[in-house]
């Protein structure tokens, strides 16, 4: 049985002052409950040491949303995985959509990123999936297992437990448009199939497959009932304390 994960990648919001609020009220939300998995927050860099100072650990753990695919020396403006780690991160998010799209960021820098998020003893969640123009085209299959090829088996270090996966169907990103329960588990089912002939059937079935979405409250369970789907990836729900408590309580129960 796969432990189920509800991550809150908080973009470009929430500046320390304001995070400290949200990751305390997440974490107070929780104190007390042994969960039958794992809650993340993911802040904005600079936010990070003032959620670390109330957030960190179990229930909630603290990743960020990027990081370098350098170490340390003359690379401006980077932040790498060891700084992150110091710094109370257990968790890096990789190849988001958004940094897919807007950085063009590429195959070969995921896989120097991912490594190094290892090196430092972290884990790296791994973001995947098509674009809306794709999935019209009939191509979000193709899309997918290409996105998993490029990557996972250039990334010697990677386990079940240090690398986490997560289908984000792009077109249903901040658009409030969710994947159909059907189309997630489907996409989901495609990964992990794809995963097996990268990586193994052990690999595989141990491998955790988050949905990103427009994950809701109202849609959650659904979703996580879905046996491929693990758990999720929260935009903009996870900058309300109700809305990503109440996606953590849908995992729960259904999970
Ligand atoms: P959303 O973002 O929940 O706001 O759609 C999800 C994601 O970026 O994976």
Redesign the pocket.
């Known amino acids: 049985m796969r432990r189920y994960m509800v991550a809150g990648?908080w973009?470009l919001n929430m500046g320390p002052s304001a995070g400290v609020e949200l990751a305390a009220g997440i974490q107070n939300g929780l104190a007390g409950c042994t969960l039958k998995g794992d809650a993340l927050v993911c802040p904005p860099y600079v936010t990070i040491p003032a959620v670390a100072a109330v957030a960190q650990g179990q229930p909630v753990y603290l990743g960020a949303q990027n990081c370098s695919d350098q170490d340390q020396g003359a690379y401006t403006g980077q932040v790498s995985a060891g700084l992150l780690k110091e710094a109370g991160c257990s968790h890096v998010l990789v190849a988001?959509?958004?940094r897919r799209q807007y950085q063009k960021e590429t195959d070969d820098l995921f896989v120097a990123k991912i490594d190094r998020v290892h090196a430092a003893g972290l884990v790296a969640v791994f973001?995947f999936g098509e674009l809306l123009e794709e999935r019209q085209a009939g191509n979000a299959e193709d899309v997918v297992k290409a996105q998993l090829a490029g990557v996972l088996p250039r990334v010697a270090s990677a386990t079940p437990e240090n690398l986490i996966l997560?289908y984000?169907p792009v077109w249903?990103?901040?658009?409030?448009e969710t994947a159909t329960p059907e189309i997630a588990q489907h996409m989901h089912k495609v990964s992990r199939d794809a995963v097996t002939g990268l990586l193994g059937p052990d690999f595989a079935d141990a491998a955790r497959i988050l949905y990103?979405?427009?994950?809701?409250p109202s849609n959650a369970a659904e979703l996580f009932s879905q046996p491929d789907v693990d758990g999720?990836?929260?935009?903009?729900?996870?900058l309300k304390i109700e809305d990503f408590l109440g996606i953590i309580e849908a995992a729960e129960k259904v999970m």
């Open positions: 990648n973009k988001h959509s958004e973001c997560a984000e249903a990103i901040g658009t409030g990103g979405g427009s994950c809701k999720g990836l929260i935009g903009g729900a996870s």
